[in-house]
């Protein structure tokens, strides 16, 4: 295994990585997934946290963008091949929605990639985005094709480099702020500790795959920053996307001007012969239920309410709905 060139540092950097990986494997046969071929999807974190995401787990380079994808189809079909397409998490929500037979709907931001409603012609770009970081913020986007990315970062005086309390606990963070301190970085691991970023980046990712090349004030590529920043532009008027909006502004406009943070409407509780059937007033709530038996056992778990139910003569119920942004809704019976 390739250990990124920022990361080079010294045996136990080395060795952390091999471990973490090893224990992840056995995690996943232990959980009967014997051969790769068969293995789900898992977050990146999950398989891959290790000195690598010390750095560029919270950036847009393809370090942090890029997670293992394996599907697996019923009785094996299509096993052990690959496909190169640029996907990205928003095609997600749609392909599930295809696979199923459902059009997804034209307000979900991606596209499916299987199924009967696949698009019709693959992505030619994808896009990235770094906010928060725990208790910091940043402003940073990022679009790219099969070869290039296209970095603007909207706070060029803000070094990427923020003390974040969780990432200063990593026995490689401690090891990387030991030899910054000491002045013993060398000249592509000291990159990261620039007090400025440049505010447009441009990487080739075949040819510079840890994009330490800034390219984007080299003439010859030219047209390519030019394409991708149009791309950007078009994408983020697309989704209503204001970088430097101030997070403050941001809730405001999330709150549509209120000074109090929304809502979720009461859930409405409707029983017909013991068949209950549950419903929220606010759009994209989830709603949650107990059903309390004859002796008044509450149960600790909230179940997710999906379609209606049937519930033993002498039982209730009490329901909740969340939105996401919202504060909870009263718990009603």
């Known amino acids: 295994m390739k250990i990124p060139t920022l990361l080079e540092l010294n045996y136990g950097s080395r060795t952390g990585l091999v471990i973490l990986l090893t224990v992840s494997f056995f995690e996943l046969q232990a959980m009967g997934y014997h051969n790769p071929i068969e293995w789900g999807t898992f977050d990146n974190e999950r398989i891959f946290e290790g000195p690598e995401a010390v750095v560029y787990e919270r950036l847009v380079y393809d370090s942090g963008l890029n997670t293992p994808m394996i599907i697996r ?10 496909d190169k397409e640029l996907l990205s998490f928003v095609d997600f929500a749609p392909t599930l929605l295809s696979l199923i037979g459902i059009e997804p709907p034209s307000y979900l931001q991606g596209q499916a990639f299987l199924g009967e409603y696949k698009a019709k012609k693959e992505r030619e770009y994808i896009h990235g985005a770094a906010d928060r970081f725990d208790g910091f913020t940043d402003a940073i986007r990022a679009v790219r094709d099969g070869q290039f990315k296209y970095i603007r970062n909207y706070r060029p005086d803000q ?23 000491e002045g ?56 209503e996307d204001e970088p430097n909006l101030p997070e403050r502004e941001l809730i405001a406009k999330l709150w549509k001007g209120k000074e109090n943070q929304p809502v979720t409407a009461d859930p409405q509780i409707a029983n017909s012969s013991n068949e209950i059937t549950l419903k929220c007033s606010t759009n994209g709530a989830s709603l949650g239920y107990k ?15 999906l379609k209606p139910f049937k519930i033993p003569e002498g039982n209730k119920v009490i329901a909740q709905a969340y939105r996401i942004g919202f504060e909870l809704s009263k718990v009603v019976e």
């Open 73 to 82: 189809f019923p009785d094996k079909q299509h096993s052990e091949t690959i």
């Open 159 to 181: 070094g990427y480099y923020l003390p974040v309390e969780y990432r200063e606990r990593i026995p490689t963070m401690q090891e990387l702020l030991r030899l910054r301190d």
């Open 184 to 239: 013993n970085l060398d000249s592509i691991q000291a990159l990261w500790f620039r007090e400025q970023k440049d505010a447009e980046e441009l990487y080739d990712c075949k040819t510079d795959p840890y994009e330490v090349n800034n390219l984007a004030k080299d003439p010859i590529y030219k047209n390519k920053l030019e394409e991708l920043r149009i791309e950007m532009d078009q994408w983020l008027a697309i989704i």
């Open 291 to 305: 059903i309390i038996d004859a002796d008044g056992t509450i149960p600790k778990v909230w179940s997710v309410y």
